[in-house]
């Protein structure tokens, strides 16, 4: 049998649809107006043109200079780049905390750095990154995202940037779930770098943003022509670094309306779920206790089922969740976040991530409300 | 029925799927993700999962992945790897099949909804006259895979559908072609899937227990060659013992592990006239007396008669009628009706 029609989409933090501004700002480039930005011509002056508008757009909202902006392929090369720029330019220890996304350590594996542990919110250990940065001695770079993808834990940046500041370490913040929902440029500010990716926050897939501030040691992982200051060589993604601008700025005019409603819809989905389902747990507030959390994430866990299983009847539904993240064969795999907070073994194999988003409704909610308790009813009983 | 196919990425189960959706049924495929290591083919790698996806598309029906690389290294890999370090001769496919297949998926097919499982095995489930069911052979007589589904029980062979079991290969691929699938002319996987063929099955175990050099000697105990790693010479083996060449061919007779030994000599050595079993399932019912017995997933069925143990079920003695080649530890031993047709139990050899 084909695919059932979606009746509620709550993978935002997988991807979220495109905003209707980003649409009417690509449009031109996906149709009549093109060029390489790079040329030295009136096709080529345009295109640098919309890029360049693009990129004081985007560093107007992520609170950088535009030559501070380097567009990338999206937010895995931008963490990439991060990490193993920063280590290239600067040889020495990296720190990241044990929660951060694949993008984000295994380049920190690759060059041979250690993990910080977290709490059992999933918010990094302040005193454990301070002994860390101690007992190394040799720190340059500590890698940290400004929110969690799995659990939505938002995590002390500029604490952390503190710390490593005053032990001559550079920051680098993964803010690719956090620039969906809070102001970059105030909860990044004390990052010298930071990675956002376009899809997240209603932009297209593709595409995203390193900013690299003045200064920071940072050497290029792509070479070829030069663009981006010699830092990401390739022909700009015009059509999709003027979507993404268009998103952002559409986001941010958004954000405060989009954050309140959200969370309130997530926060009812979270009530009806855990007044429904027996010994359900939010996995990253145990205690209830929110405020830690982006208002688009509930994360639970569910003892005595299996998130294949659950997926398998949510799809069957029409309802879009996710587990963990997922591998390239599209199989679920044990979540190294949860591992970190400690969470149980057992509570782990029922993980459920429900992310909601701008596009979230309250018919949503009310389908998730209705299934997802009957589902884990039914699992539990065909044990 | 609602019906959860395993798709491998191979051309059977490509089939299967085909025809279940043919015949009416409300088909899901499922890959299994079973090893996060190396492997040229199998359910595992990215490309057979690939493979089975892109299936799964062209037939227009969901494709789900699911995990269960925990279970796979539990009931397979690592006894595989204990086998081998007590000079056992284990069948992991047969593993995989009893815990893997037809018990966890089985068990999760079930869970969401589902009637049976089904997959591409040649093999065949016939209906008895008082309503049980037995496991048949497939019509491709080269190609049948009984063998390796002896232990599914009166229970399982009621979830479970072989729609490819009635068809020889050559059909198989002509339907597959038919239809454009695009596994049609995928060859068969070969040997067991988490062993590349790259590393081999030495180079498998090598990192995950330790060789011993062992003396070979011949049944006087004199010394006549070496070998570095007992652990990988199995009863039966000709090369490899480090035999000068020449004179009469000598097989390995016996594999002590603890001792380090390896006793080699002619082949008539090799032959006995029974084995014991183990582990013994009995899905037509106990049964005692004359059967075939295939000691082998490709070895000719031998005459042979059962000897129940009187006190445990799970264990039995095969007598065979005349001498055969010796059954290695570990090897399952597979139990046909008379006429060769249909299974009646099996067990591992002790």
Not at chain 1, 12 to 25: D, G, I, S, Y
Not at chain 2, 166 to 187: F, H, M, N, Q, Y
């Amino acid at each position: 049998m084909p695919s059932q029609p979606v009746t509620a989409y709550l993978d935002h933090a997988a991807t979220t649809p495109l905003r209707p501004e980003a649409r009417a700002a690509m449009a031109p480039w996906l149709g009549e107006r093109f060029g390489n930005p790079s040329g030295a011509h009136g096709v080529a002056r345009a295109a640098r043109q919309a890029i360049d508008e693009a990129r004081d757009t985007i560093a107007g909202l992520l609170g950088c200079a535009p030559n501070e902006v380097v567009f990338t392929g999206g937010g895995t090369e931008a963490d990439n780049l991060a990490v193993l720029g920063t280590h290239a330019a600067r040889p020495g220890t990296v720190l990241a905390s044990a929660v951060e996304h694949h993008a984000v350590l295994e380049p920190v594996e690759l060059v041979g750095g250690s993990t910080v542990p977290v709490d059992g919110r999933g918010v990094v250990d302040l005193s454990a990154l301070s002994a860390a940065l101690k007992a190394h001695g040799d720190v340059t770079l500590v890698t940290v995202m400004t929110a969690n993808n799995e659990v939505g834990a938002v995590q002390p940046v500029a604490e952390m940037a503190r710390l490593a500041h005053k032990h001559g370490a550079a920051v680098h913040t993964d803010a690719v779930q956090a620039a969906v929902w809070l102001d970059i440029g105030t909860v990044s500010a004390s990052a010298d770098l930071v990675a956002v990716s376009s899809h997240k926050f209603g932009g297209p897939q593709g595409v995203g943003v390193l900013v690299a501030r003045k200064g920071t040691p940072l050497h290029p992982r792509q070479v070829g022509g030069g663009q981006e200051r010699e830092l990401r060589s390739g022909t700009h993604n015009v059509a999709g670094i003027v979507g993404m601008a268009a998103a952002l700025a559409a986001k941010a005019a958004a954000r405060e309306e989009e954050a309140a409603r959200v969370g309130a819809l997530r926060d009812r989905l979270a009530k009806g779920l855990l007044s429904e389902i027996p010994d359900a747990v939010e996995t990253a507030a145990p205690d209830g206790d929110r405020s830690h959390l982006l208002p688009g994430t509930l994360h639970l866990t569910i003892p005595g089922v299996e998130s294949e299983a659950l997926l398998f009847l949510l799809d069957e539904a029409g309802i879009c969740a996710s587990a963990a993240s997922a591998c390239a064969s599209g199989a679920q795999e044990a979540s190294h976040v949860l591992a970190a907070m400690g969470t149980p073994l057992a509570a782990t194999a029922g993980a459920l991530r429900l992310t909601l988003g701008w596009t979230s409704t309250d018919a949503e909610v009310d389908r998730v409300l209705d299934v997802l308790p009957a589902v884990v009813a039914r699992l539990r009983g065909a044990r | 029925m609602r019906v959860i196919v395993a798709m491998s990425g191979g051309v059977d189960s490509s089939v299967a799927a085909a025809r279940l959706i043919e015949a009416g049924h409300d088909v899901v495929g499922v890959t299994m993700k079973l090893w996060g290591g190396e492997s040229d083919t199998g359910c595992c790698s990215v490309s057979d999962v690939d493979d089975a996806r892109r299936v799964a598309q062209q037939l227009g029906i969901v494709h789900h992945v699911w995990t269960f690389t925990d279970d796979f290294q539990q009931h397979v890999v690592d006894p595989y790897v204990d086998a081998h370090r007590v000079g056992h001769t284990p069948n992991p496919c047969i593993e995989c099949n009893r815990h893997l297949k037809f018990d966890r998926m089985l068990a999760r097919a079930r869970a969401v909804g589902y009637d049976a499982v089904a997959t591409g095995h040649h093999a065949r489930i016939v209906s008895q006259p008082d309503g049980t069911r037995r496991l048949a052979r497939g019509a491709d007589a080269a190609k049948d895979q009984s063998y390796v589904l002896y232990m599914l029980g009166q229970e399982q062979l009621a979830h479970t559908l072989l729609p490819v079991g009635d068809l020889t290969k050559d059909e198989v691929r002509a339907e597959a072609d038919r239809l454009g699938l695009r596994t049609a002319s995928k060859p068969d996987s070969q040997d067991v899937c988490f062993i590349t063929s790259s590393a081999g099955r030495a180079g498998f175990l090598g990192r995950r227990l330790d060789f011993h050099p062992a003396r070979v000697v011949d049944t006087q105990g004199t010394e006549v060659g070496r070998v570095e790693a007992v652990e990988l010479v199995t009863v039966g083996q000709r090369r490899g013992l480090g035999l000068p060449g020449g004179g009469d061919s000598r097989y390995a007779v016996a594999v002590d592990v603890p001792s380090r030994t390896v006793t080699v000599g002619p082949p008539d050595l090799l032959e006995v006239s029974e084995v014991g079993l183990r582990s013994m399932v009995w899905p037509a019912g106990v049964v005692a007396g004359p059967v075939k017995a295939q000691c082998s997933a490709h070895g000719t069925p031998r005459e042979a008669v059962v000897v129940l143990d009187p006190t445990d079920s799970t264990r039995a003695r095969l007598v065979f009628e005349t001498p055969t080649r010796r059954v290695a530890t570990g090897q399952s031993v597979v139990l046909y009706t008379h006429d060769n047709t249909q299974v009646l139990a099996g067990g591992i050899a002790t």
